[in-house]
């Protein structure tokens, strides 16, 4: 009854935040306003969440257009019948490729219809396989090619993929997305950028077509289809498949003869609120198809598919990894992925079979000798009785500043430096992130070279060392930090193993953990 309280009878501006620290929020309006004087009379502004409607649409619109497609597409993609067989091909011998790349890049490059790429963690999914597909394609055929990922972050990694191709690769190709969530390196690939002098309609044209790749996330290529048609592609690249839903991609990828999927559905899945039980599907025909579960990204149920009916033509996993030292490769190989996972061979990376390159002597701490001999390390800490029902641990946080103290001081006496890549930490909850910071603060650690955040946020990365809080302080939580893929492999767990390249420390309390058997 007060218009002065609803919200319609007032002004709303949409926006995006794109800063928050302690003394501000900083927002970007969706819709420039050249009228200022609203924002100087008013020194108070409310902050709501948005629903954006558009990401539904386009999913409704996605599933409209795989309908609307042929039979025999319609087919391929649900599932009901395989992807065509692979065409005859010989393709260079590229030096830098191990002979089990070598094998897949050819079949990626050879394959109609879909090919799916499981690529386990630091196996060169994007650095190396999308490199020489699309240098391949740049240097042997006069096709454009379309490159997607589902973050900003994985799209700035094929950008910089792409770019050691060669010096004027930036002349062949621009980008779809804001300046917001571009890395600087890549904003003056932006399509805006590169159009900011264009005059009239024919130049704009010519520029797009002068261009024989788009590189985007997959929503930012969805809104705009005018862009699909006037390149007129074939191949279509989308990498973090294993994250994407069906609705997401299903009537895209009707338009293209040739996909490449890459994921790995044994790291995180995509991210659902809805409750699990309403994304459950009971038909048998559909189960068939191992459509079983909305949940479910399309490269997982195509893979499930393609191993069910032996489709191996259209799809391979990667296995030689040059990320982990083989020491913390050997859990994850063995628990996730059925022992596939290999390191490099010694000739190539000496780094993964070395011993940790510390001395120390008697007169040292035990958690600094610890640290200096040790590649996996568990430390046990006592339940947190104050925090009993919170997703805090204080005991942990103090460990947490004992151990990055003590490599601090390994480095120092080693004459190392600590960089960005040098430390992760990973917790599951924001709230232990904040005690975390808290703690490293009041000790005086400088905190700008550390990464401290949740399993999510770490996908696609990587660390020297990982600490992981795993912050239980009651067996309840032990199942809420899981994300079971079909094959009951902890997604979760595997992402935040296979962050570390040199050393891993866990953190939690022993008791609780040891009743989860894998954690055991």
């Not at 260079?92 to 386990?120: H, R, T, V």
């Not at 559905?265 to 991210?271: G, I, T, Y």
Request: a neutral charge; hydrophobic letters at 40%.
């Amino acid at each position: 009854s007060n218009p002065e309280k609803n919200v319609l009878g007032n002004q709303v501006f949409k926006c995006n935040i794109i800063k928050v620290d302690e003394n501000s929020v900083v927002i970007r309006l969706r819709c420039r306003q050249f009228n200022h004087n609203i924002f100087q009379k008013n020194e108070f502004w409310n902050i709501e969440h948005d629903l954006l409607d558009t990401s539904f649409n386009n999913m409704y619109r996605q599933i409209f257009e795989w309908a609307a497609s042929e039979k025999e597409v319609r087919s391929i993609w649900l599932g009901t019948a395989p992807p065509n067989k692979p065409d005859k091909l010989t393709i260079p011998k590229y030096e830098e490729l191990l002979p089990n790349q070598q094998d897949i890049l050819q079949k990626m490059l050879a394959s109609n219809d879909y090919f799916l790429l499981w690529g386990p963690p630091g196996t060169g999914k994007t650095s190396i396989m999308v490199k020489y597909f699309v240098q391949y394609i740049l240097e042997n055929t006069e096709e454009k090619i379309i490159l997607l990922a589902y973050t900003n972050r994985a799209v700035d990694e094929i950008c910089d993929s792409i770019e050691k191709i060669s010096s004027d690769i930036k002349n062949t190709y621009f980008r779809i997305g804001s300046r917001f969530s571009t890395g600087k390196a890549f904003q003056g690939q932006l399509l805006d950028d590169k159009i900011k002098d264009v005059g009239n309609r024919k130049a704009l044209k010519d520029m797009i077509l002068g261009h024989r790749i788009v590189v985007a996330t997959v929503s930012s290529i969805v809104s705009k289809p005018e862009i699909l048609e006037l390149m007129d592609c074939t191949r279509i690249v989308i990498d973090e498949a294993s994250q994407i839903l069906e609705p997401m991609l299903v009537g895209l990828l009707t338009r293209f003869a040739k996909v490449i999927l890459i994921g790995d559905h044994l790291q995180l899945p995509a991210v659902v609120t809805q409750d699990p039980k309403h994304s459950i599907i009971i038909d048998e025909n559909l189960n068939e198809l191992c459509l079983t579960n909305l949940r479910d990204s399309l490269f997982e149920r195509l893979f499930l598919l393609c191993k069910k009916n032996n489709w191996n033509w259209a799809y391979s996993q990667l296995e030689v990894q040059g990320r982990m030292h083989e020491d913390l490769m050997y859990f994850p190989s063995k628990f996730f992925y059925q022992n596939t996972l290999k390191t490099l061979p010694q000739n190539i990376s000496t780094r993964q079979y070395a011993p940790l390159p510390y001395s120390v002597t008697e007169k040292d701490q035990e958690l600094l000798k610890c640290l200096a001999t040790k590649r996996c390390i568990f430390i046990d800490t006592p339940i947190d009785i104050s925090s009993i029902r919170k997703k805090t641990n204080q005991y942990e946080a103090d460990t947490i500043s004992l151990v990055v103290k003590a490599i601090n001081s390994l480095y120092e006496n080693h004459q190392k430096e600590i960089s960005h890549r040098s430390i992760g930490i990973i917790t599951p909850y924001r709230a232990q992130i904040a005690k975390i910071k808290d703690k490293l603060l009041t000790e005086n650690i400088n905190i700008e070279n550390l990464s401290i955040d949740t399993v999510e946020r770490y996908q696609g990365g990587a660390r020297d060392i990982i600490i992981l809080s795993l912050c239980t302080n009651n067996e309840s939580q032990l199942s809420a930090m899981a994300s079971l893929s079909k094959e009951g492999v902890d997604r979760k767990l595997n992402v935040a193993l296979t962050r570390a390249k040199e050393q891993i420390i866990l953190i939690g309390n022993k008791e609780i953990l040891q009743k989860n058997t894998l954690y055991r």
